[in-house]
């Protein structure tokens, strides 16, 4: 009897704890909506002072391995963005690389932009990536320096909007909130409908809260910071998530780190096992890094949420029945999706129509829910991380060591890639 009677109140409380969760959830998600909608694509205006002294230049970095999808198309953007001082410095990992004819095509069209194409790479340490930039990063000429990935497309004004916010009071690094290219075709939908709904969610949560979470795809810092360290920016090299070491340390020397008001077009298109594994490993490094992190999201996604719900407000309220409390979770949290996605578009200028009809949303939304928690149970099941042709150990705290590359496993060139 006495047993009975706290399993009740444990019950109790356990259902009160899950419906003021959901209550939390929801709400930060509807600030998340209105933070997006009042926030992505604000123009900013650079102060006459600001003008007058001269705008600083910018070194982009541009790390590159073979050909990705519309590669061309994507560079081409940064040939043409709307700044007064940059210089591009593309960085092959050899002077083989497919990307090569790429870049001296566009280096060719646009003669006025100053642009470089490196090919030695420097080991450093076990992140391809770094040892990639480095030899970039070694010659650039400017003090704000951008790292950002080959899928990324940059829209004309938004270089002159990261140097803005990296202009405000005691910010030292601006990063671009992972979005999606808006392009025809369900692939592409699929990608818009986890950036821009589940993926923006957390990531604009987080950041307005000051929690650092932050993508190395697309980031502006200010090298005086990162040179503090005495290898400067091969000091991360050690780590695969370089980009949340390096914002920590941004940090820890007192700056700031604030999001630009236009998200990372990415490119969106390639197959949607492509995505799953690119999100299983980034699963994976958020593991390694914020261990508790993965329970927090899983609690947080559409399903588990709903699932909770399901019980815990029929235990609450008994007139209350489990699946229709389910279905209206689901449905509201597809509403809120909808309007998180469309907050993420440009919905004042090239964005304005959605590509899509409201029955691909929901196929391509219902994936993703599916996806969503799946992709972070496997990437609890795996030990190694793969990327690109190598493979990578991680140890607790984010320290990696490489296992082994495909090109040694299967023995197919006897040249080290490095
Ligand atoms: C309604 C609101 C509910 C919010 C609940 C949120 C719960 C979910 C919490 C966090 C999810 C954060 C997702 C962040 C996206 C990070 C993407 C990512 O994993 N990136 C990693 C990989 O990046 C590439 O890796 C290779 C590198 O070379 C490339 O350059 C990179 O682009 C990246 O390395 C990892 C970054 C670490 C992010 C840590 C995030 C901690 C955030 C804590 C958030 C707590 C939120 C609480 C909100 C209530
Ligand atoms: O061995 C590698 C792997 C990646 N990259 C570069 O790192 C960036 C991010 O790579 P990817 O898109 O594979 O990472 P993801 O965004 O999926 O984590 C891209 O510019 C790649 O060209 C690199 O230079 N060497």
Not at 23 to 40: G, H, K, P, Q, S
Not at 318 to 331: E, G, K
Request: proline share 5%; glycine share 6%.
């Amino acid at each position: 009897m006495l047993h009975s009677s706290y399993l009740h109140y444990a019950q109790l409380a356990a259902a009160l704890f899950v419906v003021a969760m959901l209550a939390v959830l929801l709400t930060a998600y509807i600030l998340a909506i209105i933070w997006a909608r009042v926030y992505f694509y604000r123009r900013v205006n650079f102060s006459p002072d600001m003008l007058e002294a001269g705008l600083p230049g910018v070194s982009i970095i541009k790390p590159l391995v073979g050909i990705d999808r519309n590669v061309y198309a994507n560079l081409e953007t940064f040939f043409t963005l709307q700044y007064p001082k940059y210089e591009l410095l593309f960085c092959l990992e050899s002077d083989s690389d497919s990307a090569r004819m790429v870049i001296e095509t566009l280096m060719e069209k646009y003669p006025a932009v100053e642009a470089r194409l490196l090919c030695s790479p420097i080991l450093c340490g076990v992140n391809p990536k770094i040892n990639n930039m480095m030899q970039g990063y070694q010659t650039a000429k400017h003090q704000l320096v951008l790292i950002s990935d080959s899928g990324v497309k940059m829209r004309p004004e938004a270089l002159a909007d990261m140097v803005w916010c990296i202009n405000q009071k005691d910010v030292g690094l601006v990063h671009q909130m992972p979005f999606v290219d808006q392009r025809p075709g369900f692939r592409s939908l699929v990608h818009s409908a986890y950036f821009g709904c589940s993926h923006a969610k957390s990531y604009i949560s987080a950041n307005c809260l000051g929690i650092t979470c932050c993508t190395g795809m697309s980031c502006l810092f200010r090298r005086q910071v990162v040179d503090k360290l005495p290898s400067g920016l091969a000091y991360f090299g050690r780590y695969l998530a370089e980009d949340f070491f390096l914002a920590q340390h941004i940090q820890s020397r007192g700056y700031r780190v604030s999001v630009s008001h236009y998200p990372a077009l990415q490119d969106g298109t390639g197959e949607v096992r492509f995505l799953q594994r690119r999100l299983i490993r980034w699963a994976q490094l958020r593991t390694a890094m914020v261990p508790h992190i993965i329970l927090l999201e899983l609690i947080a996604e559409c399903l588990a949420a709903g699932l909770l719900g399901a019980w815990a407000l029929p235990f609450l309220f008994p007139s209350l029945n489990p699946c229709a409390c389910f279905l209206i979770h689901c449905l509201t949290w597809l509403l809120a999706d909808y309007a998180m996605l469309r907050s993420c578009m440009d919905t004042a200028g090239v964005d304005e129509k959605p590509q899509f009809g409201r029955v691909e949303f929901v196929c391509a939304w219902l994936l993703c829910v599916g996806m969503t928690p799946l992709n972070l149970l496997v990437s609890l099941s795996r030990s190694e991380i793969v990327w690109r042709n190598r493979r990578f150990r991680l140890s607790w705290g984010g320290a990696t060591h490489e296992v082994s590359s495909q090109q040694k496993l299967t023995n197919a060139s006897s040249k080290p890639t490095l």
